[in-house]
């Protein structure tokens, strides 16, 4: 089937020229400065992160335009993007401003897709889309769930991006509950992505320009909000929710068993969770976005181990595939981190695509799946 072989980034982003334009108007993080660079040619730098080191990260067309995002895709054998607003959302704006523009870039995402070029020979388009919710503090449901209404009525749409702060108090406040429902009723998959990461403090004094935040704070950031969402007992009540994390679910792999045995033996815990810890990693999906072999099949193994702790079974392979390998989506995280020196490919995307081609023990099937097959299955493309 033509379709098995298709390769699915579902770990890409955007600014949508409104978004942008928002973020060149202001003067407050996050915000997009203009200044001049070292060859004296004017240069706009993207600066969105707390405490960010060096003014910024520069940011190009890549960020904004859909040629450019096609032309990346092209040059990397990327059949279909699901793309989504980069960090940080709407998170810095008023209820009413956050609502009202969540509307409109969830329309404004619809149209870039529907508009953009199709799957040759399928039905398929190369776009598709995770739209926002106005998730800020105060907030109304109502207007969270009118979000998920109008993303759940976009064709094109098939997923939520979201960061971990919720409407204040975390993804673990039970005032979202109605949201994880009407999202699991409608069958959309949320995309935890990280943007806080941990406090500075955290990283001493040295400059390493923005090595720590990124490969050690985004993936803590995302193992904590998780880690926190399994043990409020959201899994137990939402059954089907479908959860996709970043950067292959940070440490909570590594993390899981401990994880587990802490929960045993604390005695405010140990009865909440209907399920072993290591019962919920299973029912996650994550990206593929770990550069390397090693890790992606270890992370691959612990997602298999988590049916024994559903059926008891031992398998950790079914019809022909790593059961583990299924939860697992390639993805880049284009625009962010270009290569240094102009290059024909990005090293970012392929050391992600080798990454996959190397894992021990996965068949043609598992890689397969893993580079599209599993994106088209989970937002049924
Ligand atoms: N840096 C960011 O701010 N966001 C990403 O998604 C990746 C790198
Ligand atoms: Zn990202």
């Known amino acids: 089937m033509a379709s098995k072989r298709l390769v699915v980034d579902v770990h890409t982003h955007l600014y949508l020229p409104r978004y942008a334009s928002l973020l060149r108007q202001r003067t407050a993080l996050p915000k997009i400065i203009t200044r001049t660079g ?5 240069e ?6 707390k405490d960010e080191p060096s003014g910024g990260r520069p940011i190009g067309r890549s960020y904004v335009e859909r040629d450019e995002k096609l032309k990346f895709m092209k040059k990397h054998g990327i059949d279909i993007s699901i793309v989504s607003t980069a960090n940080p959302w709407l998170d810095f704006l008023h209820p009413k401003e956050a609502h009202e523009l969540a509307l409109q870039l969830n329309d404004d995402l619809e149209e870039y897709c529907a508009t953009g070029p199709s799957v040759s020979g399928t039905s398929m388009r190369q776009l598709y889309g995770f739209g926002l919710l106005p998730i800020v503090p ?9 979000a998920v209404r109008q993303i759940f009525a976009s064709p094109h749409l098939r997923g939520i991006i979201m960061g971990t702060r919720g409407i204040g108090k975390g993804l673990d406040d039970q005032m979202l509950d109605p949201v994880w429902s009407a999202i699991s009723e409608a069958g ?4 935890l992505h990280p943007h806080y990461g941990i406090p500075k403090e955290a990283w001493g004094e040295k400059n390493n320009g923005h090595v720590l935040p990124l490969a050690l704070g985004f993936p803590m950031e995302t193992t904590i909000a998780t880690t926190r969402l399994i043990l409020s007992g959201v899994f137990d009540r939402f059954p089907s929710l479908r959860l996709f994390l970043a950067h292959s679910g940070g440490a909570l792999p590594q993390l899981s068993s401990r994880l587990a045995s802490c929960i045993d033996h604390d005695p405010v815990v140990a009865s909440r969770l209907k399920h072993d810890a290591r019962f919920y990693l299973g029912k996650l999906y994550l990206d593929a976005v770990c550069y390397g072999p090693e890790e992606l099949g270890f992370v691959s193994d612990v997602l298999a181990r988590a049916s024994r702790y559903d059926t008891g079974s031992k398998d950790v392979v079914s019809g022909g595939r790593s059961m583990g390998s299924e939860r697992l989506l390639f993805g880049t995280d284009h625009p962010f981190f270009p290569p240094l020196s102009t290059s024909e490919k990005w090293k970012s995307v392929v050391e992600n695509l080798d990454a996959i081609d190397n894992v021990q023990g996965w068949t043609e099937a598992d ?3 893993v580079k599209g097959g599993n994106a088209i299955s989970l937002f049924n493309l």
Do not use: A, C
């Not at 105060?138 to 009118?146: G, V």
């Not at 959309?188 to 995309?191: D, E, H, K, R």
């Open 38 to 42: 070292i060859d004296g040619q004017n």
């Open 367 to 369: 890689k397969d799946g």
């Open 44 to 49: 706009e730098r993207l600066v969105i992160l």
């Open 138 to 146: 105060k907030i109304s449901i109502e207007s969270l769930l009118e």
């Open 188 to 191: 959309l998959t949320v995309f």
